[in-house]
């Protein structure tokens, strides 16, 4: 049984922390740097970030599998979509639809704004994530570069699916 519990105070901020040290550990390094890692989990990723990006309006949730925490995502409502901040699924989760299930939710979570869209920003190099998100309905927008401080960049491809 998969469940998507709200994270509210800082136990679950911490339990996002943690999910998220083991979840890019284990994804990321053919990707990025071990050096950018630990400065992108410190920075977006850690309990005071978390917290943080809730009082800016993010809202997160971790997802549950069995009772077990297996993952977590983070959303914000913008003018007429809804930005998909963070979907991240433990590893040894993955092919079970709990991304398939987190998508339906932030689905829902649009269209009771009325928004238009969700995006999201992918790394160009994460090709799995990025077919998972096509088969799910979204497309490429644009190819962008961002500088996120300390000479680290993130290269990725805003995606989108309209709703």
């Known amino acids: 049984m998969i469940e998507i519990q709200s ?20 994804h990321y390094p053919t990707i990025i740097s071990i050096e950018q890692i630990d ?7 850690s309990a005071k970030a978390i917290e943080s990006q809730i009082n800016e309006g993010s809202q997160f949730y971790y997802m549950v599998f069995n009772r077990v ?18 979907l991240y699924v433990k590893k040894e989760f993955r092919g079970k639809k709990i991304g398939k299930a987190a998508l339906q939710f932030i689905d829902e979570e649009a269209k ?14 994460n090709t ?5 998100y096509e088969k799910l309905g979204f497309k490429k927008v644009k190819a962008m570069i961002t500088d996120i401080g300390k000479g680290f960049i993130m290269d990725d491809y805003l995606l989108e699916k309209i709703l």
């Open 7 to 26: 994270a509210n105070n800082k136990p679950d901020y911490l339990l996002i922390e943690q999910l998220a040290d083991t979840i890019w550990r284990e």
């Open 39 to 45: 400065y992108m989990l410190a920075k977006f990723n």
């Open 69 to 86: 925490p297996a993952g977590y995502l983070a959303i914000k409502n913008e003018d007429d979509f809804l930005f998909l901040s963070k």
């Open 112 to 125: 009771r704004y009325n928004l238009k869209s969700i995006q999201l920003k992918v790394n160009k190099y």
């Open 128 to 132: 799995k994530s990025i077919l998972a």
